[in-house]
């Protein structure tokens, strides 16, 4: 499976786990919240598959673009997380746990970006 370059990467790994997460905690969103549920689990989705898409370019730099579109994706998934927690959809605990993982693969994200930029 070597084609397949992002299956090495703890980044890609990291951010299945933050998306099986996600989808866990938004199952008990309401009708009423289905919006907000179906925005965050396609951002949280698409962290996951930028990063596998992205590695697929033939250059760094298209790369590059792709990562920075997984990043904005996180970004993007505190914020719908803090609005849900502000909601009272989500607890405490999993806002934190969530936004703990989210903050872990924004690092990797960070520390892939700028290795892309230098090679």
Do not use: H
């Not at 719908?80 to 989210?102: M, P, Y």
């Amino acid at each position: 499976m070597k084609t397949f370059r992002f299956l090495d990467f703890t980044v890609y790994k990291d951010s299945k786990d933050f998306y099986k997460q996600v989808v866990n905690v938004t199952k008990s969103f309401s009708r009423d919240n289905e919006e907000l549920k179906k925005q965050l689990n396609r951002a949280a989705l698409s962290v996951v598959l930028n990063i596998a898409e992205g590695s697929a370019k033939k250059s760094d730099k298209d790369f590059n673009r792709y990562v920075e579109n997984s990043l904005g994706s996180v970004n993007e998934c505190v914020a719908a997380l803090d609005i849900a927690f502000d909601n009272q959809l989500i607890n405490s605990n999993s806002f934190e746990e969530i936004a703990e993982l989210a903050e872990k693969i924004t690092k990797q994200l960070g520390g892939l970006s700028k290795k892309l930029k230098n090679s």
